[in-house]
T-cell receptor, first 112, second 114 residues
Framework: GQQLNQSPQSMFIQEGEDVSMNCTSS?????WLWYKQDPGEGPVLLIALYKAGELTSNGRLTAQFGITRKDSFLNISASIPSDVGIYFC????????????FGQGTRLTINP | ETGVTQSPTHLIKTRGQQVTLRCSSQ?????VSWYQQALGQGPQFIFQYYREEENGRGNFPPRFSGLQFPNYSSELNVNALELDDSALYLC?????????????FGPGTRLTVL
């Protein structure tokens, strides 16, 4: 089945540092999405990417849809304490259903 | 605008029992998807409902079933609970099946099976 490999699994950084995480797959996806999940809550959509090569920003977040359609990355610039949480990439397929395939998550911890 | 809501927040059941989880979709959303998230993992797609019909299913056994109602709210039913069913169950709604109609998640129901 389809799987996403997300790395790194965890990151420990200082406040103010930049962060980079990525996701790769053996399958092609039509849409890539990045979500953030805080403890006890559901994932919150950060960025959605629809075209190969697309680079999209949302404030301090920047994400790109790989040109092979099999990978994506997310960068966070100048990290702040509220960036702490688990970040998930997700690839979307349209096989009748609008199905999301998620990576294993990257846990971000920030030292003030 | 009210977001996706789920009930109950937490639930404890014993092996072999049955459970029903509920989801109210975001206003105007006619598509509801259910995901299972085991501890430390990403969510796994269970199934999706579009306009009251099951529209696709992931790799889950038939004891996982669901319903969608005319107001687009939805239920997830799990029969013959197993210990491995312990997880966070997430509901997500969207405006429809077209690309660009992204899924928005509720807070989840934490199910513990003893």
């Amino acid at each position: 089945g389809q799987q996403l490999n997300q790395s790194p699994q965890s990151m420990f950084i200082q406040e103010g540092e930049d962060v980079s995480m990525n996701c790769t797959s053996s399958s092609i996806f039509n849409t890539w999405l990045w979500y953030k999940q805080d403890p006890g809550e559901g994932p919150v959509l950060l960025i959605a990417l629809y075209k190969a090569g697309e680079l999209t920003s949302n404030g301090r977040l920047t994400a790109q849809f790989g040109i092979t359609r099999k990978d994506s990355f997310l960068n966070i610039s100048a990290s702040i304490p509220s960036d702490v949480g688990i970040y998930f990439c997700a690839g979307q397929v349209f096989q009748g259903a609008q199905k999301l395939v998620f990576g294993q998550g990257t846990r971000l911890t920030i030292n003030p | 605008e009210t977001g996706v809501t789920q009930s109950p927040t937490h639930l404890i059941k014993t092996r072999g029992q049955q459970v029903t989880l509920r989801c109210s979709s975001q206003s105007g959303h006619n598509t509801v998807s259910w995901y299972q998230q085991a501890l430390g993992q990403g969510p796994q797609f269970i199934f999706q409902y579009y306009r009251e019909e099951e529209n696709g299913r992931g790799n889950f056994p038939p004891r996982f079933s669901g319903l969608q109602f005319p107001n687009y709210s939805s239920e997830l039913n799990v029969n013959a609970l197993e210990l491995d069913d312990s997880a966070l169950y997430l509901c997500a709604s969207s405006l429809g099946l077209a690309r660009g109609n992204e899924q928005f998640f509720g807070p989840g129901t934490r199910l513990t099976v003893l």
